[in-house]
């Protein structure tokens, strides 16, 4: 199992921007095989930053989901001025 996890920052004042523009990205990941959790959402303290969360069967599905493409005519997002992702390799998975 893959995990995919960490924050992205923008300014405060673009972040309900970024996250309508980038809402079909969540929608069509959770619909990508494999694909076992995705979202983007606003982080509830820092008013720019953007926690990121997904989940994902195997390093062959998270690579074919980002090659597949998407509406490069989509909306233009704000700027990031940052980020700190990282992927996690789980070789358990356990009840709390």
């Known amino acids: 199992m893959i995990i995919i996890a960490g924050s992205l920052s923008c300014n405060a004042a673009d972040r309900d921007a970024y996250l309508v523009a980038t809402a079909d990205v969540a929608r069509a990941a959770r619909k990508a095989p494999g694909c076992l959790d995705f979202v983007q959402a606003a982080d509830p ?52």
């Open 45 to 96: 303290i820092d008013l720019g930053r953007i926690n990121v969360y997904e989940r994902w069967a195997s390093d062959a599905d998270v690579e074919a989901f980002r090659i597949s493409g998407g509406d490069e005519d989509g909306p233009e997002l704000p700027q990031l001025t940052g980020a700190d992702v990282r992927k996690y390799r789980i070789s358990a998975v356990e009840s709390p």
